[in-house]
């Protein structure tokens, strides 16, 4: 063996929690520690209720104090929770913490097995391996790499915004990068906030402009990310920023070239109206848009398409000069030390469920096609009509379409319960129509919310519980001439109704983005199994990835309402920030490196590495490996013919040694 | 005769960032599994050197399972297409050895799918289970004695041959 440590002449204390009854409820704790303590090199073996409480790592310290330990193995929960917290209490009792090794009983053993003497024996064979491999750890030091204090935030609806907005308080330079014309989102639509029904637009446009007018925000609408490149603290991000066609410094959004455009009415559907009202090909998104800036559709503009038209916008434009057709897709890098996605949700397409007859019948609308219909800013100025004009007399909402469904989409939409009693009550406010929701559970957990619904009730909104089997326009009888009807079977009366009413309103569900997996591979983070963004631990780690320096929030990681939105997003800045503040990052020590002596040369390790950590030294003929490019994959340690490649923490001797270990049957 | 008691003994390596932290997931999900698997962790799959597999076998491994990022997700780009490179070229080997296909398996598990790791799992095992114990230190003990013995009656033989010269 090449190390002067990994000699029979070490010292190891083994440690094994019950983690309550979490692990001693199935392994049996005494005994395994009774077995470990028969293990060459062991001197210190126990078995404690909490290792990672207080007294616990107090007893790792003085033990190694004591008994002078030389390496010390816990067997607990799994690494990726408390390998640091040990490895501390180990550097506070003065032993270098890589001399640490842990042992994943909870995850890995009693929380997935039943059998207690089997669990046992697992137990003892996963610690005999630690206490085998512990013996070859050397002790390492942690490299500091400094952070780039810039933060790339991805997506600018409410939880980008809110990002961007503390970090650039804090005084860091901010990218917030929008793939949409404007900032909003989805916020951006909302004509009020349940449950306290204040005005979307009323809160939100401020934070909008506070974000164009900041000196430390940087905002590219029309823009993407493409390629992320890097690691935590040092990211070089390449963002595509697609042409608008109106030069963003000299356009002051006078709107006066939208009037005098060749198209004298607006033809092609406005996307924040949903498609609800038309607009002309050069147009701004909505009145309260972030930048005020217009923008040409090339999609729709003549003479982005044929070059042929008259131009009438540049003469409004005059001596502006702030339309600009040449413009071109243009390539950015911008490096930064962290990222934050906050790239949102899409809504539910409720063609999927033919039965509920969107699509065929013009009167069932979307969540948001009402809510754009209630704004004062929207399509009928706040009118609610149906699509005869009539304004109706009767309106259904059906809520969890595409959530809640086996077919469909398994998870609760969080939001819908609430949305739809308060865009019930809107109703109920603009008209005197009679108000019907048809729902399976009230779902209505924030703050306030549960008192909303209450109100909602008082105020004469009629529930049926009862999921809706289907939409006809199909009467059976006089009163349902010319309605919609609703048949459900009402659970609490028990028999299958049939309700005539003049609306439907189907409580459209949210789902991942479209491009939620490619945006995921592009940031390296993960995706459940429903396609949200997945965070590194459901409940200690919310906002944070496997990717250190790359932070999720708002609905891109489940669905949620505004003021979790906005909770995630200031958890998600402040992640950043502690990292930025603190100046450097401490990298794992897994680096690899090379026996010069034993390499012969060959160089087939060199195309391996995907970050060009391995370089040829001419000079000598040998490989050299730069640490501070190395990501620690040891895919060129298991590569290498001669064996020459070795790497700190996953040296060849102690993976064989863990091999042996894990096949000693006691 | 097979041993009645005999269980599988499977080592399995797992990547840090997709299947080991699925194993965690299917621990805090409480599912429950087949106890004869036991994990290395390793930062990536990539660095599952061929050789590990061929010492937990020769070591008394039944199987050996590997577990990693889906392609297109490795935590390090490519390592694990590197993995499956190697994994096959070894397949062949291990085939030409006539240890079953089944014994030693490569499976993509990413963080989220903690009922994955209890599905390949469960499969493995039952499968090993079936094949039976591959037991390659006792085999390695019967070819020693085999070999010692064949030497021991060629040596036999040169001396038969020399007596029958010289007489």
């Not at chain 1, 073996?45 to 030389?70: A, F, V």
């Not at chain 2, 399995?12 to 087949?34: E, H, I, M, P, Q």
Request: include cysteine; charge should be neutral.
């Amino acid at each position: 063996m090449k190390h002067e440590n990994s000699n029979g002449d070490v010292r190891i204390g083994f440690y094994i929690c019950h983690c309550g009854a979490n692990i001693a409820g199935t392994v049996d704790c005494p005994a395994v520690a009774a077995y470990a303590a028969k293990l060459p090199g062991v001197v210190v073996s126990r078995d404690y209720k909490y290792m990672c409480s207080d007294p616990g790592q107090e007893l790792i310290q003085q033990d190694i104090r004591e008994h002078r330990l030389s390496r010390v193995v816990v067997a607990s929960c799994s690494p990726l929770l408390h390998e640091q917290t040990f490895r501390n209490a180990c550097a506070a009792g003065g032993l270098n913490p890589f001399y640490f090794q842990m042992v994943n009983v909870r995850e890995h053993d009693s929380w997935v097995h039943t059998d207690r003497a089997e669990a046992t024996a697992k137990a003892k064979a996963l610690a005999h391996a630690a206490i085998r491999r512990v013996r070859f750890h050397r002790a390492l030091e942690t490299a500091k790499v400094r952070i780039h204090p810039d933060v790339l935030v991805v997506g600018g609806g409410i939880a980008g915004i809110h990002a961007a907005l503390t970090l650039g308080n804090a005084g860091k330079q901010v990218y917030l990068v929008e793939r949409e014309p404007s900032i909003g989102g989805h916020m951006a639509k909302f004509d009020k906030t349940f449950p306290t029904l204040d005005c979307a637009a009323c809160i939100l446009t401020p934070k909008m402009s506070a974000v164009r007018s900041h000196q430390n925000i940087t905002l590219w609408t029309c823009s993407e990310v493409v390629k992320v490149e890097g690691y935590v603290g040092n990211y070089t991000v390449t963002v595509k920023r697609k042409p608008r066609y109106v030069n963003e410094e000299l356009c002051v959004g006078c709107q006066e070239c939208i009037k005098a455009c060749v198209f004298k009415e607006g033809k092609f559907p406005d996307e924040f109206n949903v498609g609800l009202s038309k607009r002309k090909p050069i147009y701004i998104p909505f009145p309260q848009a972030v930048p005020q800036v217009v923008l040409i559709d090339p999609e729709r503009c003549i003479q982005v398409k044929t070059g042929r038209c008259k131009q009438t916008c540049l003469e409004a434009c005059a001596d502006r000069h702030a339309i600009d057709f040449t413009q071109k897709e243009q390539l950015v890098e911008i490096k930064v030390g962290n990222i934050i996605v906050a790239t949102g949700f899409k809504l539910f397409d409720a063609k999927r469920i033919p039965q509920y007859g969107y699509g065929l019948y013009p009167n069932v609308v979307t969540s948001i096609e009402l809510e754009r219909l209630v704004t004062s800013s929207g399509p009928t100025a706040g009118d609610i009509v149906l699509r005869d004009g009539r304004t109706p007399k009767s309106v259904g909402f059906i809520l969890c379409v595409g959530s809640r469904d086996l077919k469909t989409n398994r998870w609760c939409s969080r939001t819908c319960c609430m949305h739809s009693m308060k865009l019930a009550q809107l109703v109920r406010e603009h008209t005197d129509a009679d108000v019907t929701v048809f729902y399976m559970d009230i779902r209505a957990p924030g703050k306030g919310c549960e008192e909303f619904y209450d109100k909602s009730l008082k105020e004469g909104i009629q529930f049926v519980r009862g999921r809706v089997a289907e939409v006809t326009d199909w009467a059976l009888a006089p009163e349902e001439e010319g309605k919609l009807v609703i048949r459900v079977e009402d659970t609490l009366a028990g028999f299958v109704r049939r309700i005539p009413v003049d609306m439907i309103v189907l409580a459209v569900g949210m789902e991942p983005q479209a491009d939620a997996q490619e945006v995921r591979r592009l940031f390296n983070m993960s995706c459940g199994s429903e396609g949200w963004f997945l965070e590194k631990h459901p409940k200690l780690a919310p906002v944070s990835t496997f990717t250190d320096g790359v932070f999720i929030a708002g609905c891109c990681q489940g669905p949620k309402d505004i003021p979790d939105s906005i909770a995630q997003a200031g958890a998600a800045a402040a992640e950043a920030l502690a990292l930025i503040d603190k100046g450097y990052i401490e990298q794992e020590p897994n680096t690899a490196y090379i026996e010069e002596a034993d390499c012969s040369g060959c160089k087939s390790c060199i195309p391996l590495c995907p970050y060009t950590a391995i370089a040829f030294d001419e000079a000598k003929q040998k490989a050299t490996i730069n640490a501070a490019l190395c990501k620690g994959c040891g895919t060129c340690v298991a590569a290498c013919p001669s064996g020459s490649i070795r790497q700190n923490l996953f040296e060849d001797e102690e993976i064989f040694s863990e091999i042996e270990g894990v096949l000693s049957y006691a | 005769m097979p041993d009645p008691n005999w269980q599988p003994r499977i080592v399995a390596f797992f990547c840090n960032w997709c299947t080991y932290t699925a194993a965690d997931l299917a621990g805090v999900s409480r599912l429950k599994y087949a106890p004869n698997v036991r994990v290395i962790r390793l930062m990536c799959s990539g660095r599952v050197d061929p050789q590990f597999i061929l010492d937990a076998l020769a070591r008394g491994a039944d199987g050996v399972l590997i577990g990693g990022c889906h392609i297109g997700d490795c935590h390090y780009v490519e390592g694990n297409l590197k993995t499956l490179r190697r994994f096959q070229m070894l397949k062949r080997l291990l085939h030409d050895l006539g240890i079953e296909d089944q014994r030693v398996r490569l499976e993509w598990i990413s963080a989220s799918e903690g009922e994955r790791v209890k599905m390949v799992i469960n499969e493995m095992v039952e499968q090993v289970r079936t094949l039976g114990p591959l037991n390659l230190p006792k085999r390695f003990a019967d070819w020693d004695r085999e070999m010692t013995s064949l030497e021991e009656s060629i040596r036999e033989k040169e001396r038969e041959e020399a007596e029958v010269v010289h007489a």
